[in-house]
C-alpha cells in the first residue's frame, strides 16, 4: 500500500475488506481477535510490498549481504512494531477508534512469540529491527519451534511448566516460501573415493532426509522502505508411510525416519547460558546450518554462476557458537558438491564466518562428543577432522614443542570437539557484547588464541530496538522527549543527548515524574489483577526481571530483602523510604536451584506482604511468565534497575539498558554493559556496589573465599541466614540453599557467585538509593541523565558498528 493510502480512512476500509474476505464479517460483528488479525493482514500487505523492492534491489545491485544465524530470535509482538516503523501507527489507532476499539486491547490479541530464552534471542530480534533501519541488506535465520518458550505457571509458590502454542494465532507474520525447500541429510553413514579423474565422489547411505520448510517474517524498518527479512525453518519429513512396506520390515524403519524428522522443529531447549548435550539439539544446529547454507549458495550460484566469489559478496555471521557446523558445512557445500580444492574452500569459509561469543561461563562454553557428531553428520565430523589436524600444524609454528598447550587449543581433543575453537579458526572476526567482556575474552578465556591472531577480535558493545523499547513501550516519555528536542532521535538516537540541557528544567522534571508515576499505576493494575497485591504507588519500584541463574544473583536481591524486613520488625515506626520489589523470571525446567529460588521468593513474598507490621513499606512480587510484552510494561514502570550478577560474568546484559532508556536508575555491578552505562551517566547518576572483575576472579580463584567467617561476622547476615535455616513460616525448607551459600553444594567450593562478599556493599548501596528518593527533583534529574545518555546503547549504533568493523558494509547511520 503506497504510503499516502496510510490515512485513517483508507485503513478502515481495508480493514473491513479483510474482515470480509477473511472471516465473512463484517465490523459490527467482528470477534476482537478477527479485528486484530484484519489489522495485521493489511500491516503485512504493506511490508511484503517493501520486501519484494528490496530484494529486487538486493538482486540488482549485488550488494553484499549478512545473513545472520541464530538458535533464538525472541521477536515479541509485530503489529504495533510493524504500524510504528511504517509510520502508520496514528492512523492505525484512529481508524480503530472510530470502529469502536482501543488499540492497546487489540495488540494483546497478538501472541508473543517465545522463540527464545532471554537476552541472546532478544538481541537478534533487535538487530534485525537496526538492521532494517540502517539499511543493511540483513536476513535472519531460525527455527520455526512449534513449541516456544515454555508458558510458566506458579503454582503453591512453584514453577510449572506448560506447552505454548504460539503458532495457533502467531502465523499471520510468516509468509511461506515453499519453493525455498531444501533437504538436510541426518545420520548414516558416507563412503569417500575418486573416481577415475582423481575426482571426489562422497556417497551417502541410509540417512534421514528432513525437508527443511522456510518461513519468511519481513520486519520493517523505521522511515525507509527497506525491509530485514527472518526465515523459520521448519523440518517436514518426505518419508511416505506406506503401508505395503510392512511385510518388508521397512515400515517401520521408515515410521522412525519420518518421526524423527519432524521433531528437529518441535521444541526450543529452554537452557539459557548452558549447554545442552542432547542429539536433538545437535540435530537443530545442523538443520538451520545446511538448510541456511544450501538456500544462499543456491541462489548464489544461480545469479553467479559459480561460489568463487561467496565471501565478496556474502557474511555469515554466528551468534555464539550454536550455529558453527556452517564452518564445516560450507567447506562441504564447496568442495563436494562444487570440487573446490581444500585451500580455496578455506579461503572462503574464513573469509565469510564472523563470530559472536555471548558468554564466558565455562558451562555454556559448547563441546559435542566426537561420537555424537560421526554418528550425526559422518562428513561434517570428516571435514572437522582435517581442519583440526591443519590447526594443529599451524598452531605447532606458534608454539613448537608445547604438546599441552597445542591439546589445549585444539578443535578436538580427548573425543570433543571445542565449538568455540573451531569458531575462532574458521572466522575472521569474533567479538564481544560489551568492553569488559571482549577484554576478558582477550585476556583470560582466548588468551592464547589473541596472541596468534590478534587483529581478529574486536568489541561490538550490545544495543536495543530503541524505537520498541522507548517510543513504542514508552508512549508518553516519547512525546515528552519529542516536545523537547523532536523527533530526529528515532533515527539518531544519539541525539537524545539534547535532553541533558534540560536538566535545570523544573517543569520538564516534573513531567518526567507524572509519566514514571502513570506507568508504575499501569503495572500497579497489573499486579493487583494477577498477584492480588496492592502496591504501594510512593515506594520505589524496584526491578530485577531476566533468566534465573546463580550468577545473576537474584539471591543476593532476596538476602537483602529479608534484612530490611527484619530492620522493620525491629522498629516497625521507623522513617523508611516504601519499596515494592518485583521479580519476574523463568528457570530451565532441569535447573534446581533456580527453581527453588523462585519458590523463595514466593515463600518471603507471603511472608512480607502479609505481615501487618510492614503495611505497604515493602512488598514483593513475582510476576509470572515473564516475556517480551510483559517487558515493555515493566521497564517503563521501574524505578530501580537490579543489575547485579558477580563481577566478570555477565557478557553484557541488554534489560539494563532498556532500564536506563526508560529512566530507572541502575543499581549495579561493574559487569558486562553496566561499565559503559555507568561511563555514560557518570558515577553520580548510578548506585554501583561490589568487588570487581579483578578481585572477584582472585578471590574465586584463591580458594579462600570463606562465607562461614562473613556469617560469623556480620550479624545481619547472620540473621538473614538464620532465618532462611529456620524457613519463613510455611513449611518449606530452604537448608539447601542456606547451605550452598555457606557451604557450597556437592562437595564444591562454597558459592561461586560470593552473594555474601557483596552483601554489605549492596545494602549500603540500597540505603543511598533510598536517601536519594526522599528527593524527587534530584531523582527526576538522574533519571533524566540516564535517558539523555542511553542513545549509544540503541541497536541502530551496535549494527552500524558490526556493519562498519566487521561486515564492512554500507549504512545510513551517522555516528
Ligand atoms: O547474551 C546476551 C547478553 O547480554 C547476556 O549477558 C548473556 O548472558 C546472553 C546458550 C545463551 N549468553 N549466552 C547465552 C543462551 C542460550 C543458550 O542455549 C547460551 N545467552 C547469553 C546478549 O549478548
Not at 564452518?327 to 563436494?336: A, F, G, K, S
Not at 580455496?344 to 561461563?361: G, K, L, P
Not at 562454553?365 to 554418528?375: A, I
Given at each position: 500500500m503506497p504510503k499516502n493510502l496510510y490515512t485513517k480512512n483508507a485503513l478502515k476500509e481495508a480493514i473491513a475488506g479483510k474482515l470480509q474476505r477473511h472471516f465473512a464479517c463484517e465490523v459490527a460483528d467482528a470477534t476482537k481477535d478477527q479485528i486484530y488479525e484484519a489489522c495485521a493482514l493489511v500491516v503485512r500487505d504493506a511490508l511484503t510490498e517493501h520486501m519484494i523492492q528490496t530484494q529486487n534491489e538486493v538482486e540488482k545491485y549485488g550488494e553484499r549481504q549478512v545473513h545472520y544465524l541464530c538458535m533464538e530470535f525472541l521477536v515479541g509482538r509485530s503489529l504495533r512494531n510493524n504500524a510504528y516503523n511504517l509510520g502508520m501507527l496514528d492512523e492505525l489507532t484512529a481508524a480503530l477508534k472510530e470502529m469502536g476499539y482501543e488499540m492497546a486491547d487489540i495488540f494483546e490479541q497478538e501472541a508473543d512469540?517465545?522463540?527464545?530464552?532471554?537476552?541472546?534471542?532478544?538481541?537478534?530480534?533487535?538487530?534485525?529491527?537496526?538492521?532494517?533501519?540502517?539499511?543493511?541488506?540483513?536476513?535472519?535465520?531460525?527455527?520455526?519451534?512449534?513449541?516456544?518458550?515454555f508458558k510458566q505457571k506458579i503454582e503453591d509458590g512453584q514453577q510449572v511448566e506448560l506447552p505454548d502454542s504460539w503458532l495457533a494465532s502467531g502465523d499471520v507474520w510468516q509468509i511461506p516460501a515453499m519453493d525455498d525447500t531444501r533437504e538436510v541429510r541426518i545420520g548414516g553413514t558416507i563412503d569417500t573415493h575418486f573416481d577415475e579423474n582423481g575426482k571426489l565422489v562422497v556417497e551417502y547411505h541410509d540417512y534421514t532426509p528432513v525437508l527443511a520448510v522456510p518461513?519468511?517474517?519481513?520486519?520493517?524498518?523505521?522511515?525507509?522502505?527497506n525491509i530485514a527479512r527472518l526465515r523459520l525453518w521448519e523440518a517436514k519429513s518426505p518419508i511416505a508411510l506406506d503401508m505395503k512396506l510392512f511385510s518388508s520390515g521397512e515400515y517401520l524403519k521408515a515410521l522412525e525416519k519420518h518421526a524423527m524428522a519432524e521433531t528437529i522443529s518441535m521444541v526450543l531447549y529452554p537452557e539459557d547460558n548452558h549447554r545442552e548435550g542432547q542429539s536433538l539439539r545437535l540435530k537443530q544446529q545442523y538443520f538451520l546450518v545446511s538448510a541456511t547454507l544450501q538456500d544462499i549458495c543456491a541462489k548464489h550460484k544461480a545469479k553467479y554462476g559459480t561460489l568463487a566469489n561467496f565471501a565478496h559478496k556474502h557474511v555469515l555471521h554466528i551468534n555464539d557458537t550454536h550455529?558453527?557446523?556452517?564452518?564445516?558445512?560450507?567447506?562441504?557445500?564447496?568442495?563436494?558438491?562444487?570440487?573446490?580444492?581444500?585451500?580455496?574452500?578455506?579461503?572462503?569459509?574464513?573469509?565469510?564466518?564472523?563470530?559472536?561469543?555471548?558468554?564466558?561461563?565455562?558451562?555454556?562454553?559448547?563441546?559435542?562428543?566426537?561420537?555424537?557428531?560421526?554418528?550425526?553428520?559422518?562428513?561434517?565430523?570428516?571435514?572437522i577432522h582435517e581442519i583440526n589436524e591443519r590447526f594443529c600444524r599451524d598452531l605447532w609454528n606458534y608454539f613448537p614443542n608445547d604438546f599441552q598447550k597445542i591439546s589445549r587449543l585444539a578443535i578436538v581433543s580427548d573425543g570433543i570437539v571445542r565449538m568455540a575453537h573451531l569458531a575462532i579458526a574458521g572466522s575472521f572476526s569474533i567479538n564481544g557484547v560489551s568492553a569488559l567482556h571482549s577484554d576478558i575474552l582477550k585476556e583470560r578465556v582466548f588468551k592464547d588464541f589473541y596472541t596468534i591472531y590478534p587483529a581478529k577480535f574486536r568489541n561490538v558493545t550490545n544495543g536495543i530496538a530503541h524505537r520498541r523499547w522507548l517510543c513504542e513501550a514508552n508512549p508518553k516519555l516519547a512525546a515528552l522527549i519529542e516536545s523537547k528536542i523532536g523527533k530526529g532521535y528515532r533515527k539518531h538516537p544519539s541525539e537524545l543527548q539534547v535532553l541533558a540541557n534540560y536538566g535545570e528544567d523544573k517543569a520538564l522534571l516534573a513531567q518526567l515524574g507524572q509519566i514514571k508515576r502513570d506507568n508504575k499505576l499501569r503495572l500497579a493494575e497489573y499486579i493487583k489483577e494477577h498477584n492480588g497485591i496492592e502496591v504501594n504507588m510512593d515506594s520505589i519500584f524496584d526491578v530485577q526481571v531476566k533468566r534465573l541463574h546463580e550468577y545473576k544473583r537474584q539471591m543476593?536481591?532476596?538476602?537483602?530483602?529479608?534484612?530490611?524486613?527484619?530492620?522493620?520488625?525491629?522498629?516497625?515506626?521507623?522513617?523508611?523510604?516504601?519499596?515494592?520489589?518485583v521479580f519476574g523470571s523463568k528457570a530451565a525446567p532441569g535447573y534446581a536451584v533456580a527453581k527453588k529460588t523462585i519458590q523463595l521468593i514466593h515463600s518471603i513474598a507471603n511472608m512480607i506482604n502479609n505481615d501487618p507490621d510492614i503495611g505497604d513499606k515493602l512488598k514483593v512480587v513475582f510476576i509470572e511468565d515473564y516475556k517480551v510484552s510483559l517487558a515493555e510494561m515493566i521497564m517503563p514502570a521501574a524505578e530501580i534497575s537490579e543489575q547485579i550478577s558477580i563481577a566478570g560474568k555477565e557478557a553484557s546484559g541488554t534489560g539494563n539498558m532498556k532500564f536506563m532508556m526508560n529512566g530507572a536508575l541502575t543499581i549495579g555491578t561493574m559487569d558486562g554493559a553496566n561499565v559503559e552505562i555507568c561511563e555514560a551517566v557518570g558515577r553520580e547518576n548510578i548506585f554501583i556496589f561490589g568487588m570487581e572483575t579483578p578481585e572477584a576472579e582472585a578471590l574465586a580463584a584463591s580458594g579462600n573465599y570463606e562465607p562461614m567467617l562473613i556469617y560469623q561476622n556480620d550479624p545481619v547476615i547472620k540473621r538473614v541466614m538464620d532465618h532462611m535455616i529456620h524457613g519463613f513460616g510455611d513449611g518449606v525448607d530452604y537448608t539447601d540453599l542456606a547451605n550452598l551459600l555457606l557451604h557450597g553444594g556437592n562437595g564444591g567450593p562454597a558459592d561461586r557467585y560470593m552473594s555474601l562478599k557483596d552483601f554489605s556493599s549492596y545494602a549500603v548501596a540500597q540505603e543511598r538509593v533510598g536517601e536519594m528518593y526522599r528527593r524527587p527533583e534530584n531523582w527526576n534529574y538522574m533519571s533524566l541523565m540516564n535517558i539523555a545518555n542511553s542513545g549509544r546503547f540503541a541497536a541502530d549504533r551496535s549494527v552500524a558498528e558490526y556493519a562498519q568493523n566487521i561486515w564492512r558494509v554500507k549504512t545510513n547511520f551517522a555516528f
Open positions: 512469540p517465545g522463540l527464545g530464552n532471554g537476552g541472546l534471542g532478544r538481541l537478534a530480534a533487535c538487530y534485525m529491527d537496526g538492521m532494517a533501519t540502517t539499511g543493511v541488506r540483513g536476513t535472519g535465520y531460525s527455527i520455526r519451534y512449534e513449541h516456544g518458550i518461513y519468511d517474517m519481513p520486519i520493517s524498518g523505521y522511515d525507509t522502505g550455529p558453527t557446523l556452517v564452518i564445516p558445512e560450507l567447506m562441504r557445500i564447496l568442495m563436494d558438491d562444487n570440487d573446490m580444492s581444500w585451500e580455496n574452500a578455506w579461503n572462503i569459509t574464513s573469509q565469510s564466518v564472523a563470530y559472536t561469543n555471548h558468554t564466558v561461563m565455562p558451562e555454556a562454553l559448547e563441546c559435542w562428543p566426537v561420537s555424537l557428531v560421526q554418528e550425526l553428520m559422518p562428513r561434517i565430523m570428516q571435514i543476593l536481591n532476596i538476602l537483602h530483602i529479608i534484612s530490611l524486613y527484619h530492620k522493620l520488625k525491629d522498629n516497625p515506626g521507623m522513617d523508611f523510604v516504601p519499596r515494592t520489589f
